[in-house]
């Protein structure tokens, strides 16, 4: 499998998979949480214009507090793109992404154990939805954010590893036709993993919204959608789910 490994370059996991990252119980105690400064939210996306429906996610999910306390990331398919967010709603940075070779806005039933030869071509998605994300290792020692971790889907260093699926120049072209090419996975840039991804959603839990690209934003993000949804404001306080 390590050999599969090197020639597919993303989507490894053993076969018989380890246990699903669990985190410790936080040591803090009850008191001192409840004491925790209220956080200022204020969507800012600073110089960066982001499309519509990106704008309307983050609006969403930085007015409603929806990522609690945590960071967050907006993945846009159809541009093939990524966007990381502080838990408060700023901007940090911005990247393209290589995505699933196929077309798609569900993992197949299963997919995360399947082995990869038996991967189909149209099976090679990057799901869409809401995921809270988790830091980790693959089983060869590589880091990685577990996206979906059921479907093996995790964002991470993309790897040159098979000369001919080109993946370095894909990203590096100033169109997104040609950055699906993974097994499902979220390829990053190396620098933008290691100064913005990591940093952020990689230190410990992390809300990843991955926008559709074939059903209606309405469809995973109803009050996203929503024609009420407005740029967020400063805001204090956190209601929302982590």
């Known amino acids: 499998m390590a050999a599969l490994y090197f020639f597919y370059g993303d989507r490894y996991r053993p076969r018989h998979s380890p246990a699903a990252p669990t985190l410790a119980a936080p040591s803090t105690p009850a008191s001192a949480a409840a004491q925790e400064a209220p956080l200022q939210r204020a969507l800012d ?33 159809r541009r093939a793109q990524v966007y990381v967010f502080e838990a408060t709603g700023r901007l940090l940075g911005t990247s393209p992404v290589l995505l699933g070779y196929a077309a798609g806005d569900d993992s197949v039933a299963g ?5 990869i030869e038996d991967i189909k071509p149209q099976e090679r998605t990057t ?30 260093r993309v790897r040159a590893t098979n000369p001919k699926e080109r993946r370095l120049e894909r990203l590096a072209t100033p169109t997104p036709a040609d950055n699906r090419i993974s097994w499902g996975c979220i390829n990053v840039p190396v ?33 996203a959608a929503a024609p009420a949804v407005a740029l967020a404001s400063p805001r204090p306080g956190n209601s929302a789910r982590p």
Request: charged content about 25%; hydrophobic content about 45%.
């Open 45 to 77: 996306f600073g110089r960066t214009r982001a499309p519509d429906d990106v704008r309307r996610v983050a609006a969403w999910a930085v007015d409603e507090a929806d990522n609690g306390r945590l960071p967050f990331a907006i993945v846009d398919k």
């Open 111 to 115: 997919i995360g154990s399947k082995a």
């Open 127 to 156: 799901p869409a939805g809401r995921f809270v994300s988790t830091p980790g290792r693959n089983s060869l020692g590589h880091e990685v954010v577990w996206v979906d971790y059921e479907a093996a889907v995790s964002m991470h």
């Open 191 to 223: 620098a933008f993993f290691d100064e913005i991804v990591w940093p952020q959603i990689g230190r410990g839990r992390a809300v990843v919204y991955v926008l559709p690209e074939q059903r209606p934003l309405a469809a995973f993000f109803p009050r």
